[in-house]
């Protein structure tokens, strides 16, 4: 038996085999119907998720489990003349508009929304990309909000509008979106502190959404307005969310 | 039912595997292969593993991959770090060779990743759909070896097997595999390493799998503290991953040493040629 030659030809047919299926399996990802299939597991995980922990809460840490640096991700600065001038008056101008399907829409001042009742958390923020930090967050609690401004039958989902171009043009402004399990749960705040100080701009001054078991795109950084809406197919991509647009599962709790 | 127990058949062939364990061995084939590469790109999008709570923790990585250009002509060089020693990698991590065969930045070569070029939310979409696959498949695999006393039968070693250790891994280093009546059965170093990856390494990596999910750690709140933190856990997983690796190999080797054809044929028709008795000299 001649073994030798036998095994590295088998050695190049495993290694050609392998290239072959992965090429495939690349094609597979460009046509219009696999990722389909592959979708087919989003709601099956946010069924099963929302079976096992339906409110639970999100771990909270200690004041020196804190990351000495809190990475900013995605817009570390609006590129919009709007924000440049909030941000030169230290947002005293800013408001946020809360509207949709509500029974008494307004518009709160930055002063106004740190009014609201208020809670304090020391979370972990992870990202989709795998790293993940602690701060401490301090935010008016998205429950109290809507319950100003009294949700009207029907209304399902909340969308968040941000103040950042993701588009070098000024378009493409970031949004996000999450129903009403989140919005009212406990930890889900608007926050404008973090680690004790005022948001910074890196991380989403005045404001940013912490929505505490999901992902860190869900946590929408510079929000400038507020929507409750049925569902959120006409908005944007139709996605719920600027990277849901772009692939990303609309639930990111995994 | 012809498939419910090996039997001795006609023709020298041994009736080794059930149609149950063969069907479900080339799915968890395919499951595993396209878990591994689509893991391997989720990792890319942030090639640094940390032990803790968060990776932002003061303390360095325990492992990261990257690219820095050469000091000379500005050439990108593919570093790795591990426990703080550097390496080189170009050409396999850091820096890896794109479709054209040019040198480009990215943690793992495109061969060795679904999708081949950096592609997170595709994936993403690939790992938690064959996820499925393989858990499914697993748990009905686990129903089975133990309704069908597969596991009680076959994988559980005997008494005489665990004395037989030293003697099980002399014959290993030897190339002396079994043969005759033996040769039907998994020797006990086979069985130990087919429990300790069915019923250790595979669970292990899907609860640490489990445990990166935010939503999943509220469940019972803080319970990946357990391993330390989910950038712990994330390490496990990636950890598990690479095992599992250098299991199929160890394990795809010792299927060519001992017969790859007579292997592969009682892998999918269930029939094994039993390897006579060696004549007494």
């Not at chain 1, 949004?175 to 890196?202: K, W």
């Amino acid at each position: 038996m001649n073994s030798a030659p036998r095994r590295s030809f088998l050695a190049t047919a495993a290694a050609a085999a392998s290239a072959a299926l992965l090429a495939g399996c690349d094609r597979l990802s460009r046509t219009e119907w696999f990722p389909k299939v592959l979708g087919a597991a989003e709601p099956v995980n946010e069924a099963i998720a929302k079976l096992v922990a339906r409110s639970g809460l999100a771990q909270e840490f200690a004041e020196g489990d804190r990351s000495p640096t809190f990475r900013s991700n995605g817009t570390r600065e609006p590129d919009s003349d709007q924000y440049r001038a909030w941000s030169a008056n230290g947002f005293a101008d800013y408001a946020l508009a809360v509207g949709g399907m509500v029974e008494a829409p307004r518009a709160y001042s930055l002063a106004e929304l740190r009014m609201l009742p208020a809670r304090t958390q020391i979370t972990r923020h992870d990202c989709v990309e795998g790293w993940s930090a602690i701060a401490k967050w301090k935010g008016a609690r998205l429950a109290g909000l809507l319950d100003a401004v009294r949700p009207r039958t029907g209304a399902r989902y909340v969308v968040l509008y941000c103040a950042d171009p993701m588009a070098d043009d000024g378009t493409d402004l970031y949004y996000e979106s999450i129903d009403l399990l989140d919005a009212y749960h406990p930890q889900t705040i608007l926050a404008y502190d973090m680690n004790d100080a005022p948001l910074p701009v890196a991380n989403g001054a005045p404001i940013r959404l912490r929505v505490e078991r999901q992902l860190g795109y869900k946590h929408a950084k510079y929000v400038t307005g507020i929507e409750l809406v049925a569902d959120f197919a006409h908005i944007a991509g139709g996605k719920g969310g600027y990277w849901e647009d772009r692939g990303y599962q609309w639930w990111a709790g995994i | 039912m012809p498939d419910a127990m090996p039997t001795a058949a006609a023709g020298g062939l041994h009736y080794r595997h059930t149609l149950p364990v063969r069907i479900m061995h080339w799915i968890n084939v395919v499951a595993l292969t396209v878990l591994f590469a689509s893991g391997l790109q989720i990792f890319g999008a942030y090639p640094e593993l940390h032990f803790g709570r968060s990776s932002y923790n003061g303390r360095p990585p325990a492992l990261a991959i990257g690219a820095r250009e050469a000091a000379e002509g500005g050439a990108l060089v593919g570093v790795t770090r591990v426990f703080g020693a550097e390496f080189e990698t170009t050409g396999w991590l850091g820096v890896v060779r794109d479709g054209d065969g040019d040198l480009v930045p990215g943690a793992f070569p495109p061969w060795m990743t679904l999708p081949g070029t950096q592609w997170l939310a595709m994936a993403r979409a690939w790992h938690f759909f064959f996820a499925w696959v393989f858990v499914l498949n697993g748990l009905a695999y686990m129903a089975y070896a133990v309704a069908s006393r597969h596991l009680a039968r076959d994988l559980a070693p005997t008494r005489a097997d665990l004395a037989g250790i030293g003697a099980a891994v002399r014959d290993h280093l030897r190339f002396r595999h079994p043969r005759g009546e033996a040769a039907k059965r998994y020797n006990v170093l086979q069985k130990l390493v087919y429990l300790a990856v069915i019923f250790v390494l595979l669970p292990l990596a899907v609860l640490m799998g489990l445990a990166m999910s935010p939503w999943l750690d509220s469940a019972l709140t803080g319970w990946v503290d357990v391993v330390g933190g989910r950038q712990s856990a994330r390490s496990i997983h990636f950890i598990v991953a690479w095992l599992l690796v250098a299991f199929v190999l160890v394990h795809v080797f010792q299927v060519i040493v001992t017969g790859l054809c007579n292997n592969l044929r009682a892998m999918i028709t269930g029939r094994y040629r039993v390897p006579t008795e060696p004549s007494h000299e």
